[in-house]
């Protein structure tokens, strides 16, 4: 019994048997930052639990973080941004959530784009995810008024150095850098900005304030080390007009 409980309970963690939705990510009691409400840019942000946050409050997640960041640097993003993302979530699945979201048409003046771990972790094919993520980028750059300088993407982060993958590293690890070899490659040819942050999330290997409490997603620290490297790009880009 013990055995079948720790099978259900590996494959609840990152496929996400009771998950954590938003369509948009709602301010929560304890977000004591001054909402942006007049004249403000639009950003959309698509993925999985990383976007979302599993594990930390809302107000941690990375996207929150980014628009408070760059707004704190002289942007005006609205806060918070909206979020189409749910732990556990495929490229196949965070497609299919978008042609229901009823955006179709819409655009924003941002998009951020991390999508492929559960496709790694459900044993999904490369080939794929190859097609799946040029489709969604596609989406994206849509989304962003086919302005491509809009769109970052994010690499996958290794979640292999965690206590969830239980030393398994030497095997999670590579082929998350595979997966991550065709959303850079995909990324590069669309002409979009690409930023890699699973240099980052492997410091957890070292660092575990860097880990959630779950033993498994990013804490609030480590999604800061994303934005740190993500803000300057965001700024970069929207310094140009």
């Not at 954590?20 to 403000?40: E, F, L, Y």
């Not at 299919?96 to 999904?124: C, F, H, P, R």
């Not at 409490?213 to 999604?223: A, E, F, N, R, T």
Request: charged share 15%; net charge negative; proline share 4%.
């Amino acid at each position: 019994m013990k055995i079948i409980c720790s099978i259900i309970l590996t494959i609840a963690a990152l496929a996400g048997c009771s998950k954590k939705q938003a369509d948009t990510i709602p301010m929560t009691s304890n977000d004591t930052s001054t909402s942006v409400v007049a004249d403000t840019m639009t950003y959309l942000a698509l993925g999985d639990s990383y976007t979302i946050g599993e594990a930390v409050a809302n107000t941690e997640a990375y996207p929150q973080q980014l628009v408070r960041l760059v707004n704190h640097q002289g942007l005006a993003f609205a806060y918070p941004p909206k979020v189409i993302a749910t732990t556990g979530w495929t490229t196949d699945n965070l497609i299919n959530a978008i042609a229901q979201s009823g955006l179709e048409g819409k655009t924003y003046d941002m998009v951020t784009l991390l999508i492929g771990v559960n496709d790694q972790y459900q044993n999904l094919t490369q080939d794929n995810y190859r097609i799946k993520f040029k489709q969604v980028l596609e989406t994206a750059i849509a989304f962003a008024g086919e302005n491509k300088s809009h769109v970052f993407v994010l690499s996958i982060p290794d979640w292999g150095v965690t206590p969830f993958a239980g030393g398994n590293d030497a095997q999670i690890g590579p082929v998350i850098d595979q997966f991550n070899a065709i959303n850079k490659s995909i990324s590069t040819d669309e002409g979009v900005n690409y930023l890699d942050i699973t240099g980052i999330s492997r410091q957890a290997a070292t660092e575990p304030d860097l880990i959630a409490l779950d033993g498994l997603h990013p804490s609030g620290k480590m999604y800061a080390l994303w934005v740190d490297q993500l803000a300057p790009k965001v700024i970069s880009q929207f310094s140009k007009h």
